[in-house]
């Protein structure tokens, strides 16, 4: 699979150890920040027909962004 979507449903899902693995992508430099903030809008575009809270996506994302800029 590709990271970018395995991101993106750890964003979805959004327990603390699929924060942990996402951060996990961006520090073995398997995805960026700024191409998962990309994937991640263009998701959110279409967030009904995946099922997506674009909110709670959203907000996780920028938690991700806080924990990896740390």
Not at 2 to 27: M, N, Q
Not at 40 to 45: D, S
């Amino acid at each position: 699979m590709d990271p970018y979507t395995i991101a993106l449903s750890k964003l979805d899902r959004g327990f603390d150890t699929d924060i942990e693995d996402v951060l996990f992508l961006l520090h073995q430099k398997l995805i960026t920040f700024e191409q998962l903030e990309l994937v991640t809008a263009i998701a959110l575009e279409k967030a009904k027909e995946f099922a997506l809270v674009s909110a709670n996506v959203q907000a996780r994302l920028e938690e991700v962004r806080d924990l990896f800029l740390r």
